[in-house]
Each structure stands twice: as C-alpha cells, then as structure tokens.
C-alpha cells in the first residue's frame, strides 16, 4: 500500500466527517437560533461536537490500519502509542479529573 | 458570563471567521485570536474560552488535513511521531491548568510567544531546503513542488531531539491555553529541525487537531465547552479557513514570517497585560 493511497483515503474519510459534523452543527445552530428551549438542538449540537472530537481519531485510525497493511512497524508503534495517549484522555474525561 | 444572545452568536462566528483564515495560513490553528476575544472582549471565563478555542483548532485541523493542497506540504510520518510527545503535553496541561495560578500562566506564555516571535523575525531570509533534488531526504524528511520558485523542494529533519521536545511545550500549551500547539511547532520546526515554512505549516496544522483531543475531552467532560458558542465558532473557522487556504499558496514565504512573527508579538502583549491586571 502507498503512502499516496493512504493520503487519498484519509482525505475522503476527512471530508466525509468534516462535511456530517458541520451540517449537525449548522442545523443544530439553526434550531436553537428558531427556540433556544428545545433538546433536539442541544442534542445535534453535541452529536455534532463528538464527531467533531471523533474525526482526528479516525485519521490517526486509519493511518495504523494502512501501516498494518504495508507493513511499516515503526510507524504502526507510533500510532498506536498516539491511540493510547488518547484512550487515556478519553478514560480521565470520563473520571471529570 | 454573557448571555448567549443572537447577536453574541454571529459575533462569534465573525470571529471564528478571521481566526480560521489566519489559523490556516500560519498553521497555529486559530484559537490564539478567539482566547482574548472571548476573555478579554466578551468577558467568558478562561477555561470556557479554552474549551471553545479547543473545538476550533479542531475544526481547522481536520478542514486542513482534508485538503489537497495540504497533502501535497503534509509529511505525515514526521507529523505523527511528534505527536506522542504532544498529545501528553495535551494532557500534562489539562491536568494542570486548575492547580496552576492564571496570572502565572499568562507570563509564562506571553514569554515564550515573544522569544518565538524575536527568532521569527531573525531569521527571515533563512531557507531551511536542500535545492539539490538528488539529495535523499531522509526517514523523517520530505520533497514538494514550491510554486513560488518553480521548483522542487527537498529537506531533510534535523534536531529531532528539539522538535519532540518542543511538541511536547506545544501540547501543555494547547492543554492549559487551548490555543493549538502550532503556534510553538511551527517556528521551531521551520528554525530549529530544517523543515521549510510551508512542510511545517501544513503538517502542524493538519496535525493539532491531534494535539488539542489530548484535552478536549476533559475540558468537554468538565462542561467548559458550550455548545451553541462552540458550533458558531467552528462554523466561522470552517468557512475562514478555506479562505485561509486560497491564501496561503498565494504569500511569498518572508510575508508569512513577518505576519506570524507580528501575531506573535500582539498575542504575547495581550496577554503580559492580563497578567498585570489580573
């Protein structure tokens, strides 16, 4: 697997979460602009945040998976310490610390 | 705290706007002009513009790393590995920012933003490339195509030692600021490690979104991330950093230097001057 095919697919991938998390944002925006009381814009503007915070995993994903591929062991290391850096983030949010 | 008004709404997203488009040319993510914004202008306390800031940076990262043009700058290896040390500056930061007095915090950083922005200016005419395209650049290293000369660019990585190391400075920043950890990574990458503005931009930005989760979520799980403000924010950011985008292949390089370096200096001013005033 090339590098270019993995910049290729982390690009699409990109855009896709890119594109889903700006339109929750956008409509969720919208819906709280129309009434400010109502929990489904609450609740779009969250799902829209999360995906927002979801997408930089996904690319970090992604580039193991592609790494696993090719083989590149020193770079699939690299990822997976940043995925467990991240894991640890996610696991002291949870705890509120 | 101000009331969150319309109007409040589409000033924040005026600001995410300018932050954006600035934020992708310079690759500092943008949160260095939404934190006195939202602090010093609109009154919200730190750690909310903080967590904000942190949604945008995000935001700008992942319009960046979607890009073309920036695929063809991004060295993602080099952009990775630089990341381990980051994302636990992300967390170190996070954690410390409650124990930490703000007034402390704001010397520190208008310190370290002043001396970046004296080395900036020092070295303007300096190019950091291999123009011999034989050259091999390297595990780490990188070639493009650079418009401006009309020709390829080659660079090797030098001092990783330092560009770990100050990853690491950027994270805590990103952590305990919420400003995205390019505003250290790229001067120094560019200055310290040989990697040609443009590579170094482009692989921060695409890269701090990475950077900025190592906090995120513990600002967003602590409840300093509110979400109307957040989603104006990072609308503005999105659409300015497009803008940013269009603009970044069309500066020569000594302008992007002299525009990051006066960033610098107004951001290290703003903020010597809150802590003064506490």
């Keep these: 697997m090339s590098a270019r095919s993995l910049e290729t697919r982390f690009a699409w991938m990109g855009v896709a979460a890119v594109t889903v998390s700006a339109a929750a944002l956008i409509a969720g925006l919208g819906l709280h ?64 610390l | 705290m101000p009331e969150i008004s319309v109007t409040l709404l589409f000033v924040i997203l005026a600001a995410g706007a300018v932050a954006g488009c600035l934020g992708a040319m310079l690759g500092i993510g943008g949160g260095v002009f939404l934190i006195p914004l939202l602090n010093v202008g609109l009154g919200f306390p730190m750690r909310t513009a903080s967590g904000i800031s942190l949604m945008t940076v995000i935001a700008t990262s992942n319009a960046v790393a979607a890009s ?87 660079y090797r990585v030098r001092r990783l030692g330092t560009g770990l190391g100050v990853s690491f400075a950027g994270g805590i920043v990103s952590g305990l600021f919420g400003i995205g950890g390019g505003i250290l990574q790229v001067p120094a990458l560019n200055a310290w490690c040989g990697i040609p503005m443009r590579a170094a931009a482009a692989t921060t930005a695409a890269m701090i979104g990475v950077t900025a989760l190592g906090s995120a979520p513990i600002y967003y799980m602590r409840g300093h991330v509110i979400a109307p403000l957040a989603a104006a924010g990072v609308m503005g950011v999105l ?31 703003i903020y010597l001057y809150r802590s003064v005033v506490g």
Aim: proline share 3%.
């Design chain 1, 33 to 96: 602009l129309a009434n400010p009381d109502t929990s489904f814009s609450k609740t779009l503007l969250q799902c829209g945040l999360v995906l927002l915070m979801a997408t930089p995993v996904l690319r970090v994903l992604i580039s193991t998976a592609e790494r696993v591929r090719s083989r590149d062991w020193i770079f699939v290391a690299v990822t997976a310490a940043v995925l467990l850096e991240l894991a640890l983030s996610g696991w002291l949010a949870s705890q509120r």
């Design chain 2, 239 to 269: 659409l300015g950093s497009r803008a940013g985008l269009w603009f970044s292949p069309r500066t020569n390089a000594k302008g992007l230097k002299m525009l990051m370096a006066g960033v610098l200096a107004a951001v290290s001013l």
């Design chain 2, 68 to 154: 073309a043009d920036s695929r063809k700058l991004l060295n993602l290896r080099l952009g990775m590995l630089l990341q381990i040390p980051a994302v636990a500056g992300g967390i170190i930061g996070a954690l410390l920012v409650r124990r930490l007095p703000v007034g402390t915090l704001y010397v520190i950083f208008a310190a370290i933003t002043a001396v970046i922005a004296v080395v900036m200016i020092g070295r303007l005419d300096r190019r950091n490339v291999i123009l011999d395209t034989s050259v091999e650049p390297g595990t780490l290293g990188g070639r493009f195509f650079e418009g401006e000369s009309g020709r390829e660019v080659v």
